[in-house]
Each structure stands twice: as structure tokens, then as C-alpha cells.
Nanobody, 124 residues
């Protein structure tokens, strides 16, 4: 069992930056691939970024590529999402997810555990 707790969300102006953190419980964090998803009001949940268990592989949605960076610190049981040059359309609840897998995954169904989400609001 893995519990995930996101933090770092907030209100930021367009063009600004935020760093989200996701703290995971459990001693087997490093065996999980991790991902970030988001859901805007009235829209379906969408993939944002993913990272393999070692951090050696990452994958991004086209909409965030070049602006967002996913990383992980296995000794700290934490995964991060650095978000730069934020746009109003990045406004959403951001969710951290864990998949008991060695590889990167981009669909929600492949993830086993989810956090409660953190709100990111980008004003224009």
C-alpha cells in the first residue's frame, strides 16, 4: 500500500512558476513508476508527466513539454513537478499517481495509487 500526498499548489500569474511535491509513504517507493495528471473543471483527467522508478526515463504531454519537468528523489520518497511559464489553461487540480511498474506509463488505468490532488490556478 502506498499513500501519496501532494503539496505546492496555489495561485500564480501567467508566466510564473510553481513546484509541486508528492510525498509517498512506504519503503518500496523506488519500485514504483510515478506520474502527474490534472483535471480542469468540466474536463476529463489528462496525463501531464511520468517518470520511471530510477528517474532515467521521463515522458511529457505535448502541452507541457519544454515547460514542465518531472523528477524524483527516491531516498526522500518524493516526486516533483516543476512548472515554468504557466498558462491560464494549466489551471487544474493536479494529482500524483504511483504504478507498481519499472516503466513509464501515460494512462490513468495503469496507475495503482492516487493522491488527493492539489489545486493550481493560473491567472491571466
Amino acid at each position: 500500500q502506498v499513500q501519496l500526498v501532494e503539496s505546492g499548489g496555489g495561485l500564480v500569474q501567467a508566466g510564473g512558476s510553481l513546484r509541486l511535491s508528492c510525498a509517498a509513504s512506504g519503503r518500496t517507493f523506488r519500485s514504483y513508476a510515478m506520474g502527474w495528471f490534472r483535471q480542469a473543471p468540466g474536463k476529463e483527467r489528462e496525463f501531464v508527466a511520468a517518470i520511471s522508478w530510477s528517474g532515467g526515463s521521463t515522458y511529457y504531454a505535448d502541452s507541457v513539454k519544454g515547460r514542465f519537468t518531472i523528477s524524483r528523489d527516491n531516498p526522500k520518497n518524493t516526486v516533483y513537478l516543476r512548472m515554468n511559464v504557466l498558462h491560464p489553461e494549466d489551471t487544474a487540480v493536479y494529482y500524483c499517481a504511483a504504478a507498481q511498474s519499472w516503466s513509464v506509463h501515460t494512462t490513468g488505468d495503469e496507475y495503482d495509487y492516487w493522491g488527493q490532488g492539489t489545486q493550481v490556478t493560473v491567472s491571466s
